[in-house]
C-alpha cells in the first residue's frame, strides 16, 4: 500500500451488540474493495479480522483489529471492534484514535444493550456516529422500528441516508438518497437501478428530508433552500459533512453484510461525508512536570507526536505497538522519544497491519495508524514525540474491574513457571491484573468481566504450558476480641544443657484506633522481666497476630499490655521470650470474646430506572445495606455496603437481572463482625484448607 498524506485518510470503527455483524460487514468491505478474493464467514473461522484461536474457537472477536483499504483514492482505516463488554479496553482505545464510529443494528432486534454502551463511548469521546441496520434480509426484520428505536432508546435524530428495497427474503438492495438510485451489488460490484415505481413517493419523501437536514446550519445553503426549495447534489453533500462533523445528526443505513448488500453507498458516505483527521478537534495534552492543557492539531508540518493506544505480545513477531500519529510523520530508520518513560526508542521498520498481516511502510502522516515493533519500554498510553517537543496525554479512562478469580496451578513448581506468562499477558491487556496476595496465599486475576478472565486464562495456559485453572478467591477475613482478658504463659524446655525458660503475664482488650493493627504496651515494674526481652515479647505477641486465634486469619485492634513475668539468670533468651508471649497471645486471647471479621465493599450499581426494584431486592439478599440511590438521566445509581464474600459472581447476576445494561464499581470500605451463624462455616472451611495444604 502507498504512503497517504493527512488529507487523504480515514479512520472509521465499527462498533455494536455482540452478534450484530461487525466482522461481517468488515469482510464486505474488504471484499467489496478487492482487498480479499473470497469473503469468509464467522461460523467457518477463516475471516480477515477473527484470526485469534481464542476468537476462532468462540466465534465472537476479542481484539481489536485495523483494516487499511483503498477506496476512491482515500486510505480508510476500518477499526473492527469486539462486542463484548468484557473487552472495553479493547473498545474503548481504539474510539479514542477513531475520526467516526459505525454502529450496527441488527433489523430484528433494534437498540440492544452493547448498542447503548456503543453510543456512549462514541459521546465520551465526542466521535461523530452513524448507523448501518444490518440483516435486512433475515426473518422479522423491520427498517422503520430500527430506526425508530435508534431515535426513543438512544435520544438521537436519525437521517435516513439508504431505503431497503423489500424485507426478510424479499431483501435484494437499497435505495441511495444521494443519488436517487437502487443500488444492487453482485460479486462485490455496484449496479446502479432505476427506483421501483412503488417506492418512489417514499424516495422523495425521504430524499426531501435529507436536503432539508443538509440545509440546516450553513448560511449560504439554508438561506438557497428558502428561497429555491433546493440544492444540487454537491451542495447536499456539503451541508451534510458540515452537519455530521457537528454531529446535528446520526446518518442511518441499511443492508445485509453477509449478502454484501448496502457496502458502496456506506464506503462513498465516508470518502464524502466523514471527517478526516484534519477535520476533528486537536488533541490535548500537556508538556512533563506541567498541568496546563497545550492542543496539538493534525499537521505533518508540525513536530512529531504519536500516541500508543494498543499493546499485543505477538509469539512470532514479538511485543507490536499500535499507534496513532498526532502531528508531524514518523519515519523508518530512526528514533523517537518516549516521553513518559523518558528513554528514546529506535524504529527500524514501521508497518500497517491488515489483520494480523504487517506490511512494510516507510512514514506515517498525521492522523494515520500504524505498529512499531520490538519497542524496549513503550506500553499503552505512553507519548512518542520528538525531543523538542515532549507532550504526555491522559490515559484512556477504563471502567473498574470488578471480577476476581484465583489461578490455580497443578502444583508449587509451576507457579514460577507461570509468572513470566503472567508479565506477557498483563503488558498486551491494560484491562488485567494479576498479583500476589499474600494474606490469603493465592494468585488473583482481576478483569472485566468472566469472559474477560476465561479467555485470560487459556492465552496464559498457551504462553506457560501450565494447566492452570480459575477458582473463586479465599475470602481476606481477619479476626478481634471483644473483651478484656488477661493470662500467663510459661515456656520452659529443658534437653541437656542450657534450657528455654520464659514466663509473660499478658492483658488484652480491644483497641478503638481504626488507624493501627495493635498497640503493644510494656508495663512490667520491678524488673521481673529484663527490659531487654521487650523486643522478643512484641515479636512473639505479633506473629501470633498473623496466624489467627479462631481460623488462622489476621488479629487487628488489639491493645496488648505485658504487665509481669519471670525470667532465669542461665536458661532465658530472646526465643524463649518470643515463643512464650506468641503462645500466651493465643491462650489468653481465646478468653478474649474473639470473633472473624469479613471486609465490606461500597457497590455503586448503575442501572436502568425499570431495573431498580429487582437490583436492591437483589442486593439485600446478599446481605447487602443499601444506602440509597441517584438519578442520573434515564439510569439510577443505587449505592450500597456489601460483604465481599457475596460479591464475587456480582458481575453474573447483574448481567442476568439487567440483560447486560447494569454495570457497578466495588471499592473496600471497612471491615465488620461475621454473622455468627456464618463463622462455624468459616472456621470449618479454614480447617479444611489447611489440612489440604498439608497435603
Known amino acids: ?121 462514541a459521546d465520551e469521546y465526542h466521535v461523530p456516529k452513524l448507523f448501518y441496520i444490518n440483516k435486512m434480509d433475515k426473518e422479522r426484520a423491520n427498517f422503520k422500528k430500527a430506526v425508530e428505536s435508534i431515535h426513543t432508546e438512544l435520544g438521537v435524530r436519525p437521517l435516513v441516508i439508504t431505503l431497503p428495497v423489500g424485507e426478510e427474503s424479499s431483501f435484494c438492495g437499497v435505495i441511495d438518497l444521494l443519488r436517487m438510485k437502487m443500488v444492487k451489488e453482485e460479486d462485490g460490484k455496484q449496479a446502479l437501478l432505476p427506483i421501483p415505481d412503488e417506492m418512489k413517493e417514499e424516495a422523495e419523501t425521504a430524499y426531501n428530508q435529507l436536503v432539508e437536514t443538509a440545509a440546516e446550519g450553513v448560511d449560504d445553503l439554508i438561506n438557497k433552500f428558502l428561497e429555491a426549495g433546493q440544492l444540487t447534489p454537491e451542495e447536499v453533500l456539503q451541508g451534510l459533512k458540515a452537519g455530521f462533523l457537528q454531529q446535528r445528526f446520526c446518518p442511518i443505513f441499511c443492508g445485509s453484510a453477509a449478502s ?110 500504524g505498529v512499531l515493533i520490538k519497542l524496549e519500554v513503550t506500553t499503552t498510553n505512553d507519548s512518542l514525540c520528538d525531543s523538542s517537543f515532549p507532550v504526555i496525554f491522559n490515559p484512556t479512562i477504563l471502567p473498574s474491574r470488578t471480577t476476581r478469580m484465583a489461578i490455580k496451578v497443578p502444583s508449587k513448581s509451576e507457579e514460577e513457571k507461570i509468572g513470566l506468562a503472567i508479565h506477557r499477558l498483563m503488558e498486551q491487556d491494560e484491562g488485567l491484573t494479576v498479583q500476589r496476595d499474600p494474606e490469603i496465599r493465592q494468585t488473583i486475576m482481576v478483569g472485566m468481566g468472566e469472559t474477560h478472565l476465561d479467555v485470560a486464562l487459556s492465552r496464559l495456559k498457551t504462553m506457560s504450558g501450565v494447566q492452570a485453572q480459575l477458582v473463586e478467591p479465599r475470602v481476606p477475613y481477619r479476626e478481634t476480641i471483644t473483651k478484656k482478658a488477661e493470662g500467663n504463659y510459661r515456656h520452659k524446655k529443658q534437653t541437656g544443657g542450657r534450657g528455654q525458660f520464659g514466663e509473660v503475664w499478658l492483658r488484652m482488650e480491644p483497641l478503638n484506633d481504626p488507624e493501627k493493627d495493635y498497640e503493644f504496651r510494656w508495663a512490667v515494674v520491678g524488673g521481673n522481666i529484663p527490659t531487654k526481652f521487650m523486643p522478643s515479647v512484641e515479636k512473639g ?155
Open 541 to 695: 505477641v505479633v506473629d501470633a497476630m498473623q496466624h489467627g486465634i479462631l481460623a488462622g486469619y489476621k488479629v487487628v485492634n488489639v491493645n496488648v499490655a505485658c504487665f509481669d513475668g519471670k525470667d532465669h539468670p542461665v536458661d532465658s533468651s530472646d526465643m524463649a521470650f518470643k515463643l512464650a508471649a506468641s503462645i500466651g497471645f493465643k491462650e489468653v486471647a481465646a478468653n478474649a470474646g474473639p470473633i472473624i471479621l469479613e471486609p465490606i465493599y461500597r457497590l455503586k450499581v448503575t442501572v436502568p430506572e425499570n431495573y431498580m426494584g429487582d437490583v436492591m431486592g437483589n442486593l439485600s439478599g446478599k446481605r447487602g445495606k443499601i444506602l440509597g440511590n441517584i438519578n442520573k438521566g434515564n439510569k439510577v445509581v443505587i449505592e450500597a455496603l456489601v460483604p465481599l464474600a457475596e460479591v464475587f459472581s456480582y458481575g453474573r447476576d447483574l448481567r442476568s437481572m439487567t440483560q447486560g445494561r447494569g454495570i457497578f464499581e466495588m471499592e473496600f470500605l471497612h471491615y465488620e463482625p461475621t454473622p455468627p451463624n456464618l463463622q462455624e462455616k468459616i472456621i470449618e472451611e479454614a480447617k479444611r484448607l489447611k489440612e489440604e495444604e498439608k497435603e
Open 1 to 121: 500500500m502507498k504512503e497517504y498524506q493527512s488529507e487523504k485518510i480515514k479512520n472509521i470503527c465499527l462498533s455494536g451488540h455482540n452478534s450484530s455483524g461487525k466482522t461481517t460487514l468488515t469482510e464486505a468491505i474488504l471484499y467489496s474493495t478487492r482487498v480479499i478474493e473470497r469473503l469468509g464467514r464467522v461460523a467457518d473461522g477463516n475471516t480477515a479480522s477473527d484470526y485469534d484461536p481464542e476468537e476462532i474457537a468462540r466465534k465472537v472477536s476479542i481484539n481489536t483489529t485495523i483494516h487499511p483499504i483503498e477506496y476512491r483514492d482515500m486510505k480508510i482505516n476500518l477499526i473492527d471492534l469486539p462486542g463484548y463488554r468484557d473487552f472495553v479496553c479493547e473498545v474503548k482505545g481504539a474510539v479514542r484514535v477513531s475520526d467516526a464510529i459505525v454502529i450496527l443494528i441488527e433489523a430484528t432486534s433494534g437498540v440492544e444493550v452493547g448498542t447503548e454502551f456503543s453510543n456512549e463511548y
Open 260 to 369: 454484501v448488500l448496502g457496502i458502496y453507498p456506506l464506503l462513498n458516505f465516508i470518502v464524502q461525508c466523514c471527517p478526516g483527521p484534519q477535520d476533528r478537534p486537536a488533541w490535548k495534552g500537556h508538556k512533563p512536570g506541567s498541568e496546563e492543557t497545550i492542543e496539538i492539531p493534525c499537521d505533518p508540518t508540525k513536530p512529531t507526536v504519536a500516541f500508543v493506544f494498543k499493546t499485543v505480545s505477538d509469539p512470532y513477531a514479538g511485543k507490536l505497538t499500535y499507534i496513532r500519529v498526532i502531528s508531524g510523520c514518523l519515519k523508518s530508520e530512526s528514533s523517537i522519544n518516549n516521553v513518559n518513560k523518558q528513554k528514546d526508542e529506535k524504529l527500524p521498520h514501521i508497518y500497517i497491519m491488515r489483520g494480523k498481516k504487517p506490511q512494510s511502510i516507510h512514514q506515517l502522516y498525521a492522523g494515520d495508524l
